[in-house]
């Protein structure tokens, strides 16, 4: 069986406690099937993402695994860039449910309107293993993970290669 091309960068892999010599936060990029998809999303995401070669506009899906700050701080500020240069593409989120009030409530706040320049499809996670999203040769899945409060982990399964 062929392998897919994936290329998979680590942005940031701290906890909430920044060190002197580590940044907080957790945030990775998988690149594959001809998307950009986005786990988890700290602070400083976009600076990080430069930094390493990837353009915060080329993101078709985010993943959120659970509402601590160190996995979601950075998600409204990289949506706000997403505004500010002028993205149309749809953008789709995953994340728990009280992640689209805060969203919601962000962009109101911060536009003094309820839309952007792009629509969000956004898709609230239960707390269960579900099939999420289905592409050309990957498949992502949620998967219930232990923690302090509910949250997910998230499996990327290549399919369908010859």
């Excluded at 998988?30 to 400083?44: K, R, S, T």
């Excluded at 500020?77 to 009030?101: A, F, N, W």
């Excluded at 320049?117 to 707390?127: A, E, V």
């Amino acid at each position: 069986m062929s392998k897919l091309p994936i290329t998979i960068t680590i942005l940031g892999c701290g906890s909430a406690s920044p060190t002197k010599d580590t940044d907080a936060g957790s945030s990775q990029v998988l690149q594959a099937d001809g998307q950009v998809y986005l786990i988890d999303c700290c602070e400083g995401v976009q600076n990080y993402m430069i930094k390493a070669g990837i353009g915060p506009t080329k993101i078709n899906r985010i993943f959120i695994s659970h509402m601590h700050g160190d996995h979601a701080f950075g998600l409204v500020p990289l949506i706000s860039y997403m505004d500010l240069v002028g993205r149309k593409e749809e953008l789709h989120i995953y994340g728990p449910e009280q992640l689209k009030t805060w969203i919601d409530v962000s962009i109101k706040c911060f536009y003094g309107q309820d839309k952007l320049g792009f629509p969000i499809n956004f898709h609230p996670l239960k707390h269960e293993t579900a099939l999420l999203y289905q592409g050309h040769h990957l498949e992502i899945w949620s998967i219930q993970m232990a923690h302090s409060i509910p949250a997910n982990g998230f499996l990327f399964k290549e399919y369908g290669l010859l």
